[in-house]
Nanobody, 123 residues
Framework: QVQLVESGGGLVQAGDSLGLSCAASGRTFKMYNMAWFRQAPGKEREFVAAISWSGSSTYADSVKGRFAISRDNAKDTVYLQMNSLKPEDTAVYYC?????????????????WGQGTQVTVSS
């Protein structure tokens, strides 16, 4: 069982940077693949970035080169650094955890979810 708590959301202007954190409970954080998803009003929840238990990362094309996912196993925390933010990045951002061998971009494969944090980018 893993509990996830996101923080760091807020209101920023286009072009600004913002960092999100997701703190996980439990003693086996290092064994989990971690991911960020986001959901804009009226849209489905979509994949943003994932980092495997071994540290390899993957990104959605829409954020590649602007966002960076990282993890600190000593702090049981995963991060999402977002740079060059655009209005279309506005969404609720969710942290997710999964125990599969390989990190996936598929939403349904993730077993644990945080409550989400709002990111709003004004133009």
């Amino acid at each position: 069982q893993v509990q996830l708590v996101e923080s760091g959301g807020g209101l920023v202007q286009a072009g600004d940077s913002l960092g999100l954190s997701c703190a996980a409970s439990g003693r086996t954080f290092k064994m989990y693949n971690m991911a960020w998803f986001r959901q804009a009003p009226g849209k489905e929840r979509e994949f943003v970035a994932a980092i495997s238990w071994s540290g390899s990362s993957t990104y959605a094309d829409s954020v590649k080169g602007r966002f960076a996912i990282s993890r600190d196993n000593a702090k049981d925390t995963v991060y999402l650094q977002m740079n060059s933010l655009k209005p279309e990045d506005t969404a609720v951002y969710y942290c997710a955890a999964d125990r599969s061998l390989i990190a996936t971009i598929l939403r349904d494969k993730y077993d644990y979810w945080g409550q989400g944090t709002q990111v709003t980018v004004s133009s």
